[in-house]
Structures are given as C-alpha cells and as structure tokens.
C-alpha cells in the first residue's frame, strides 16, 4: 500500500499561478503512474492529467497548455504547476496512484479575486 499527502493549495487570483505537491510513501515510487485529479462539491471528481513511470503526460482539455505535472523519483514527489489560473479551476485536488488505487487527503485550490 501507499500513503499520499498533498500540499500547496491556498488562495490566488486569476490569472495567477500555484504548485502543488504529492509525496508518496513508497520508495519505489519511481515504476508507477501517477494521477491528479480534482473535484467540486456536488460534481464527480475529475481527471486532471497523469504521468506515467517514464515520465510521458497527458492532461485533460480544460486545463491543457496551463498545466504541467512532473516528478521527482529521487523524492519519491509528483507536483501540478498550474500557471493562468481561472475561478473554474477552484476545487480540491487530490493525486491517486493507480496501482493501488489510493487517494490523498486532497488539498483546496481556490481562485478569486
């Protein structure tokens, strides 16, 4: 099993920009795929992208161009740059590795002026 933690939520403007991270529990972090996602109250929770073991991305429509995951397998650390920020993208946003099918505790992302 994993355990996930996020961190990095909090308050911005539109427009700006934000970075999240999710560190993993598990030292051979490096082999599995990663996933974020998000999700508004009373709404299914969403697919933001994913990045795989060799670190190929893909990413949901809503957010392509303005986001970029990455990780760090030496930190056992996946992260989410969220760059032009809208109020749409407000939500709380959690990573998921598959594999396991284990979430993070989630981290709010808030964006108003």
């Known amino acids: 099993q994993v355990q996930l933690v996020e961190s990095g939520g909090g308050l911005v403007q539109p427009g700006g920009s934000l970075r999240l991270s999710c560190a993993a529990s598990?030292?051979?972090?490096?082999?599995?795929?990663m996933e974020w996602y998000r999700q508004v109250a009373g709404k299914p929770r969403e697919l933001v992208g994913r990045?795989?073991?060799?670190?190929?991305?893909n990413y949901a429509d809503s957010v392509k161009g303005r986001f970029t995951i990455s990780r760090d397998n030496a930190k056992s650390t996946m992260y989410l740059q969220m760059s032009s920020l809208k109020p749409e993208d407000t939500a709380i946003y959690y990573c998921?590795?598959?594999?396991?099918?284990?979430w993070g505790q989630g981290t709010q992302v808030t964006v108003s002026s």
């Open positions: 998921r590795m598959p594999y396991f099918g284990s």
């Open positions: 990045i795989t073991s060799g670190g190929s991305t």
């Open positions: 598990r030292g051979d972090f490096s082999i599995y795929t």
